[in-house]
């Protein structure tokens, strides 16, 4: 056999078994919640692995949730030095008319007043503030018509498959005023597929989790002690002291249209584990939109990631509790080298399936003889070869090419070096002839 050839047969799967660790399919447990909406998605935050979906790929209205996007761009742009917190703004005709128009969820901006980019933010987030988020979108781009451009530049680059974004309030663009973006029509709407929508909650959590800070407020006073001082009140229902308050519950979206219906997006925390849902259209019995049903049936996806998933830890002594984690080295003055790994894998599992996961080290190919054995010298602490999880096909994640792998490096503990060739010789001699008698 060819040298390549040995090394690859031999180091792809030095330890392999079945271990006593559980492992999780997507949507299994209970097979169907008690769902009633056109769309709904369950995924863990850290991993982006789907655990429950329901017509999750359909284009579908959003509302306000729309301002996800637009809350990402604006930290982008902080982010970026692009603009500031304290930078200010002055209200411009169209932002002043949005942001007073009867009917339509806003914070009150006056004509010609200057605000900063922090104050027109929190109203954003907290306050659902169209006008707010329209001025946003003026500060980052110039214009809406540009931060829509944005926008969708944006959406396509996260990998977002299904997605249309044209405005950046999340308000039907008939509603505008007859002031919709450059470039859109006044039939337009805001529409992104569940699984989208819980991409772009994924990164904006990632990549700026200070948007928790925000979006965890159950109410802030707007420009307190002056003549504005308005008590915002959040429109998450599952925040705390609010009437559907959920534990860990920090955020993110909701959203209300005619078109849209009654839409959400959240996110909670638990001992360390985060789950994002969104839940689009949701309905009452009677098949009508509801703005409770959003949070009820957001309460039962949580629960189900909760309840019927735990967190596994998987490291060497799960491989074999008799022995000692080493490993040959047939040319080393020891024999043998301990391994180590910095920190255990963990993943998240449903309690019912145990026995299912299988694991194995692969051993980094430059560090083998011919054989497929280490080979001397070793130092301590070089990086030999990853442990890893074999995870079953079936398993689907919000990422088309950026699918997690569970796998951590295996170290060398101790140093080894290699044996002289005198003794290696005898070795050989010693070897050849135990097989030969």
């Known amino acids: 056999m060819k040298k390549n050839m040995v090394k690859q047969s031999l180091s792809v799967l030095m330890i392999s078994l079945m271990a006593m660790t559980p492992y999780q399919q997507t949507a299994h447990g209970k097979t169907k919640l008690d769902i009633n909406a056109d769309a709904a998605i369950l995924v863990e935050a850290d991993t982006g692995k789907i655990v429950y979906k329901e017509h999750e790929d359909e284009l579908l209205g959003i509302a306000s949730m729309t301002k996800m996007m637009t809350e990402y761009l604006v930290l ?21 008319q949005l942001a007073n128009a009867p009917g339509l969820s806003n914070v009150p901006l006056r004509a010609d007043e200057e605000y900063t980019v922090r104050e027109l933010y929190d109203a954003m987030v907290i306050k659902s503030g169209n006008g707010a988020a329209i001025a946003l ?16 530049a944006k959406a396509k680059e996260l990998g ?7 405005n950046s309030s999340g308000l039907s663009n008939y509603d505008m005023l007859g002031m919709f973006p450059k470039g859109t029509d006044v039939n337009d709407e805001n529409m992104v597929s569940a699984e989208d929508m819980a991409t772009l909650a994924y990164y904006l959590i990632h990549d700026f989790p200070e948007v928790l800070e925000t979006s965890s407020l159950s109410s802030k006073v707007f420009r307190p002690d002056t003549e504005e001082e308005l008590l915002m009140k959040n429109t998450n229902g ?16 909701t959203g209300t249209t005619p078109f849209a219906g009654s839409t959400f997006t959240g996110t909670a925390e638990r001992n360390g584990v985060r789950y994002i849902s969104v839940i689009l259209d949701a309905k009452d019995e009677y098949g009508q939109p509801s703005s409770a049903e959003r949070f009820i049936q957001t309460t039962e996806l949580l629960d189900y990631g909760f309840d019927e998933f735990e967190t596994v830890e998987y490291n060497l002594n799960d491989i074999d509790k008799k022995k000692e984690h080493t490993l040959d080295v047939p040319d080393g003055k020891k024999q043998s080298v301990s391994i180590k790994i910095d920190k255990p894998i963990s ?13 194995s080290i692969k051993l980094d190919e430059d560090k083998l003889n011919d054989d497929g054995t280490l080979q001397a010298p070793i130092e301590k602490g070089e990086k030999i070869g990853e442990m890893m999880l074999d995870t079953p096909e079936r398993n689907e994640y919000i990422f088309d090419k950026k699918q ?29 002839l135990g097989n030969l008698f």
């Open 160 to 166: 977002f498959e299904s997605f249309q974004f044209v």
């Open 76 to 96: 982008e742009a902080i982010e970026e030095g692009k603009i500031k917190w304290d930078q200010k703004y002055k209200v411009s005709d169209k932002v002043y």
């Open 404 to 432: 997690p792998s569970y796998k951590v490096d295996i170290y060398a503990a101790e140093s080894v070096e290699k044996a002289s060739w005198l003794v290696r010789s005898a070795r050989s001699i010693q070897g050849f």
């Open 238 to 253: 599952l925040l705390k002291d609010k009437s559907f308050y959920y534990k860990g519950a920090d955020g993110l979206k």
């Open 347 to 359: 993943i998240r599992v449903t309690k019912e399936e145990k026995d299912k996961l299988k694991a």
């Open 137 to 152: 979108s003026e500060v980052v781009a110039g214009t809406e018509g540009e931060f829509v451009k944005q926008m969708n």
